[in-house]
């Protein structure tokens, strides 16, 4: 059996990839190819009750460090229980965030230090790294605009729909995280294709579509 594709989508708050991650999933699989949608943190029984630890509370409940270690908790249990096992069987997996963002997040947004978080990056996801990254772009001010006000665009910090710590931080923050998720997608072009998701969200699914079937060689 043919392993299936793994792709993930990055991007700081109000990017719509959220949206985006379900319309892609839908277009897939109305294609005829089995796909499975999941999210970051999350994706598993355990990664889910990690997940509620991560988001709920202050900003500051966490240390940048104390999450990466909780993230990467919950990433090895999502590769292990959920995205592993459907790679396997042939299944293209789309992931709401992935390894990216927590280099984002707590390393260029938290100041965790690159090194520790590629060692663990190195261990956790090892061989299963995405086939695909599409990384949007938006400019901070827009972006937390639309998550803040939710709209056709919100899902939330992390992928979600619920109001969470990391949509609290303030705009330096996320002005380092916006750098970083697009510093991340030019060193690594292979893997990685950023989309402006300025637009609206049909016109970004399109050029989602274009990016997937041009890299991964889908059919129309």
């Known amino acids: 059996m043919q392993r299936g594709r793994f792709i993930t989508f990055e991007g700081g708050e109000g990017t719509g990839k959220s949206t985006q991650a379900r319309i892609l999933t839908e277009r897939l699989a109305a294609g005829g190819t089995p796909t499975l949608l999941t999210r970051e943190p999350g994706g598993s029984e355990g990664a889910e009750a990690l997940r509620g630890l991560l988001l709920q509370g202050e900003a500051s409940r966490w240390s940048p460090l104390s999450e990466t270690l909780l993230m990467y908790a919950a990433r090895a249990d999502h590769l292990e229980k959920t995205i592993r096992p459907a ?131 889908v059919a129309v």
Do not use: M, N
């Open 87 to 217: 790679l396997e069987a042939g299944t293209w997996v789309v992931s709401d965030r992935f390894a990216d963002s927590t280099r984002a997040y707590q390393g260029a947004g938290g100041g965790v230090p690159p090194e520790f978080i590629g060692e663990l990056e190195s261990a956790v996801v090892a061989h299963t790294r995405p086939d695909l990254t599409v990384t949007f772009d938006v400019p901070v001010e827009v972006g937390l605009a639309r998550a803040y006000g939710r709209g056709a665009y919100g899902q939330g910090a992390y992928g979600g729909g619920e109001t969470d710590r990391f949509e609290s931080k303030d705009l330096q923050f996320h002005t380092r995280l916006a750098a970083a998720f697009l510093d991340i997608a030019r060193h690594d072009p292979d893997r990685c294709v950023i989309i402006d998701a300025s637009g609206s969200p049909e016109a970004v699914a399109e050029a989602v579509w274009a990016a997937v079937r041009e890299r991964l060689a």
